[in-house]
């Protein structure tokens, strides 16, 4: 028989079978893509309350208005965040090409 962690019933991840070699679980061709997903929004700093939310409308391809309006503010969140951290990216290369522009003249 097996046993689930808690928070395999919360939706977040397909249930298993479980008929897999020694009692392990086997999941369907799907859930890599899911599990990629759900860890992607929780990089992208997406609490799992709001992936808890959100991921009916994954899977169906319909949302309600609140949920499209959610959508579509943390879409936005995260283009600011790719802004500021390509904005940290090249300044960091700039000091890195300093740095080096320095030691190389220095030796």
Known sequence: MCSFPPSEGTG?????SCGGFHGQRDYPDEALERVQLIQDLFAAGLSSRTVVEL??????????????NQLIIERDRIAAR??????????????????TAANVAQD
């Not at 991921?55 to 499209?68: K, N």
């Not at 790719?82 to 740095?99: P, S």
């Open 12 to 16: 977040t991840y397909p249930y298993p």
């Open 55 to 68: 991921l009916p409308c994954v899977s169906t391809g319909v949302a309600t208005p609140a949920m499209l």
């Open 82 to 99: 790719i802004q500021d951290l390509t904005r940290a990216k090249t300044k960091l290369g700039r000091v890195i090409e300093n740095v």
